[in-house]
């Protein structure tokens, strides 16, 4: 008989980071304030977190990240002249943020690492199994992954991180995890964790991308963890300690991701990013992919 978990409610999301691979635009702009067409990154990564049933969301921020606080709350003024205007449409746009989720802020005053950062969320999460959400990346809303990892999770237990297959010269650029395969083709039980390895040390090429479902065992891990690589407290050396012994919180298990992800973090992508959700929008993707051909053929 399949085990049942309590039911996951609680994302956090950090987002303490300077964003120094796109200054000088996020000198006195959050990076996660950068618009993605015509919404800001950070929420797309909030509506993911609220469709897969997490509506009660803790933001972990730092110094100059008030205008995060500020998108998600309401803005009297600025509806009140939209409802003076009869804007309803743009009216509806400006309230969607701040009627999205339950929103909580705590600031990460020492930024320390993902793994500092988790930390944080510690006084709010409790003893319950929480998702994280890293907001570099971007998942297709059409590709339900938090949701699949809540769903492993409340029947496995423990711990679920997301895992997609890249090309071994690229695996040093992310956590690279062991595995084991199960019953279900999309669900490997994860072994064994290392961050950023060398592709020759490579344990497999299924790089952890930015989705964590955690058990609360992993705050006292984290606890006692020692700065890691680039000196800081990294998530994926607790991951790492739950792996190697399921009786400290559980089994890991990853969830093979082949679906449509944007990565943000890099300035190439998230132009290109912003390329592909444009031309899907009905209202100006027919326009943008006419002028995109237009474009190409000429420097073509």
């Known amino acids: 008989m399949t085990q049942s978990h309590p039911r996951i409610t609680k994302a956090v999301i950090p987002a303490a980071g300077l964003g120094t691979r796109f200054l000088p635009a996020t000198k006195a702009t959050p990076k996660e304030m950068l618009p993605v067409v015509d919404k800001p990154a950070i929420q797309y990564v909030v509506e993911e977190a609220v469709s897969a049933g997490l509506d009660d969301v803790l933001m ?50 020492d930024p320390r690492g993902l793994g500092h950062a988790v930390l944080c969320a510690a006084p709010h999460v409790g003893h319950e199994p929480f998702a994280v959400l890293l907001g570099d990346d971007l998942i297709d809303p059409r590709d339900p992954l938090l949701k699949r990892m809540v769903e492993v999770q409340e029947q496995h237990g423990g711990s679920v991180i997301a895992l997609m297959e890249v090309a071994p010269e690229q695996i040093h650029l992310y956590g690279c995890a062991a595995v084991e395969a199960t019953g279900d083709g999309d669900v490997v039980k994860v072994t064994g964790l290392v961050e950023k390895p060398d592709p020759t040390d490579a344990p497999s090429n299924y790089a952890v991308i930015g989705r964590y479902v955690l058990d609360p065992h992993i705050f006292d891990i984290l606890r006692k963890t020692e700065p890691g690589r680039g000196g800081e407290i990294q998530l994926t050396d607790a991951l790492q300690q739950l792996a190697a012994d399921e009786k400290v919180g559980g089994p890991v298990h990853g969830v093979v991701f082949k679906g449509r992800r944007y990565d943000t973090g890099d300035r190439g992508d998230y132009l290109r990013a912003i390329v592909r959700l444009a031309c899907e929008r009905e209202d100006l993707g027919p326009d943008f992919r006419t002028w995109l051909r237009s474009y190409v053929a000429e420097e073509m």
């Open 60 to 109: 972990i921020t730092g110094r100059n990240k008030r205008p995060l606080e500020d998108h998600f709350d309401r803005n009297y003024e600025l509806e009140s002249a939209l409802q003076k205007k009869g804007d309803a449409s743009r009216l509806a746009k400006v309230q969607e943020s701040s009627d999205l989720a339950t929103m909580h802020y705590v600031r990460q005053g």
